[in-house]
């Protein structure tokens, strides 16, 4: 036989080796694949454990530099709260020191009055006293003798809080009763009456007072009591003067105030258009109206008739105003600030012009809850009666001469 030539039994043989061949060199091919598949799965894997451990790794690190940091920021913290309290101490120790300064600021001015610049001949003083400003048109018909003007403020004592935040106190000036009249708030119609001073402090509130109605209710707190009549302004949308007689209970004689378009007197209480003071010449009007809206004025008034005996435009402003009151026809304005301060006598106006403003020495009152809703002057006594913050206060007030300015 050839030996090229096959048998009828070899074609199957060699058919079948050939598919083994071919069967073994797939499964080679997908070994090959798989094993080339799982090599790159674990070099992914190796690559995600890395990726895994260094983000561990930093996770604790930020996570100990956090502890780091939390401990700094408390202690700083802590470090602060001891700073803040020892500034606390120190700004303690500064008001008090403070509050010393001014005490002993305010005794110096007591005790150390300015000295003139220049020396004056008592002539040319004599002269001076007697100058009738412009305008004034006609020289002020003194009714008395009184030339006493505020040198300082001598003594305070403060006896009790009753009422709101503004209200006015006061005694009967011209009368020996003694009694002590509340006027609580900016507007109502009862008026509390006490026998005496003494009295009134020893009470709880105004459960003790006797109530005395008025037949309106009155505006602002600029009321006036004296020779046994309560002068007061009526609430509307007129200015009109109340007289009412406190021994009969009724209202005597009113009037219309004789300023067209008036303003609130007081920049730091609006709510008072007219302020009534008496002195030693009797019952005065402070005011202000839109002819001179910037500064005071003052009027004369007869609390008999209440007629107008004579008006004044002072130089006085009332920016920052709080109260004034009026001593031997000398009108003492006082001022304060927005934010509450040391009230002080910063303008003073004399009708007979004896006093300037430059003469006169500026007075502080010792500091207290805010700003004085009222001030009120009795001649008898020389005091103050000054409603502040609810508190009634006294202040004792020394005089001079003022042709000893």
């Known amino acids: 036989m050839h030996p090229l030539s096959f048998s009828h039994q070899s074609v199957p043989v060699f058919k079948m080796r050939a598919l083994q061949l071919l069967v073994l060199l797939l499964s080679g091919l997908v070994g090959a694949q798989q094993q080339a ?5 674990e070099r992914r894997l190796l690559a995600i454990e890395d990726r895994i451990s260094l983000w561990h ?18 202690a700083q913290l802590e470090g ?23 005490r002993e600021m305010d005794y110096l001015e007591t005790q150390n009055g300015a000295q003139p610049c220049v020396d004056v001949d008592d002539k040319l003083v004599e002269q001076q006293v007697t100058v009738v400003k412009e305008r004034n048109k006609a020289k002020y018909a003194k009714l008395t003798d009184c030339s006493d003007m505020i040198s300082t403020i001598k003594a305070m004592k403060i006896l009790k809080r009753v009422g709101g935040a503004k209200g006015m106190w006061t005694k ?7 009694k002590v009249y509340i006027l609580n708030g900016t507007e109502d119609n009862t008026m509390y009456e006490f026998g005496t001073v003494r009295e009134f402090t020893s009470s709880q509130g105004t459960s003790a007072a006797n109530s005395v109605q008025l037949p309106s209710a009155w505006r602002g707190m600029g009321h006036a009591i004296y020779n046994n009549h309560l002068y007061y302004l009526k609430q509307g949308e007129e200015m009109k003067l109340i007289k009412f007689d406190l ?12 300023a067209k378009n008036q303003l609130p007197v007081y920049g730091l209480n609006p709510e008072t258009f007219i302020d009534l003071a008496v002195d030693e010449e009797g019952l005065w009007a402070i005011y202000a109206t839109q002819e001179n809206e910037r500064h005071i004025s003052l009027a004369k008034i007869d609390h008999k008739t209440l007629d107008i005996e004579q008006m004044w435009d002072t130089p006085c402003v009332r920016e920052n105003a709080e109260a004034a009151f009026v001593i031997c026809g000398t009108i003492y304005v006082v001022y304060n600030s927005k ?13 007979s012009d004896m006093v300037t403003n430059d003469d006169a020495p500026h007075v502080y009152f010792p500091k207290r809850y805010g700003t004085h809703a009222s001030l009120k002057y009795n001649p008898v006594e020389q005091l103050l009666y000054a409603w502040d913050d609810g508190y009634q206060i006294l202040y004792k007030l020394q005089m001079k001469k003022k042709l000893d300015v």
Request: net charge negative; hydrophobic share 35%; aromatic share 6%.
């Open 339 to 351: 934010l509450p301060s040391r009230s002080r006598i910063q303008c003073v106006f004399d009708v």
């Open 37 to 41: 598949l799982m090599d790159y799965l």
């Open 80 to 102: 602060l709260d001891k700073n803040k309290e020892a500034l606390r101490s120190e700004l303690d120790t500064v008001g008090t020191r403070v509050d010393r300064v001014e």
């Open 172 to 178: 009967d000036i011209g009368s020996a009763t003694g």
């Open 247 to 258: 021994q009969k209970n009724i209202a005597v004689d009113s009037t219309v105030f004789p």
């Open 57 to 74: 790794e930093q996770t604790s690190r930020y996570a100990s530099e956090l502890r780091e940091f939390k401990q700094q920021m408390v």
